[in-house]
């Protein structure tokens, strides 16, 4: 038996609902709330727009709280969780865990590019971001794949 990925519906920083899926390697839930397209649709690597990750560069040294800047051309009212109908959409991920920002959560920084900034659900050490395209059933679109190695430093005590 395959274990189950796990959805959770969390709150952001600034108190908007976000999509927050833990899943097993290899598996991912699926969203009955959306339409979905059939079982069988693939989306091919050159149907989906550039991603490209601005910030944090790559050997960042980062806190538990992140700002990411990506940058793609793609239409993200069609193309986060908040679509009508959920076909390819943004996945934000570290270490196992995949955020699925609705559009409302970007920040639009002008000229494609966008700001997510989330709490990291890691503990400290050496992590791998991930920002890419998913199919409406969640399968990566692994040629869109945009990586940055971090470094997640633990939280310091605030002076007083």
Excluded: C
């Amino acid at each position: 038996m395959k274990p189950h990925a796990l959805m959770l519906l969390t709150t952001l920083s600034a108190g908007l609902p976000l999509v927050l899926h833990a899943a097993a390697e290899g598996t991912h839930a699926h969203h009955a709330h959306h339409a979905q397209p059939s079982e069988g649709a693939a989306v091919a690597a050159d149907e989906v727009p550039p991603l490209r990750i601005i910030l944090p560069e790559n050997g960042a040294k980062v806190g538990t709280q992140l700002a990411v800047v990506f940058e793609t051309p793609g239409d993200l009212g069609r193309l986060t969780m908040s679509a009508p109908v959920i076909g390819t959409h943004l996945h934000i991920e570290t270490e196992g865990v995949s955020l699925m920002p609705t559009a409302d959560q970007l920040i639009a920084l002008g000229g494609g590019r966008y700001l997510f900034v989330f709490d990291l659900p890691v503990a400290p050490g050496e992590r791998r971001l991930r920002v890419y395209w998913s199919d409406g059933m969640h399968r990566t679109i692994d040629a869109s794949m945009q990586t940055v190695k971090l470094t997640v430093e633990a939280a310091h005590g605030r002076p007083k």
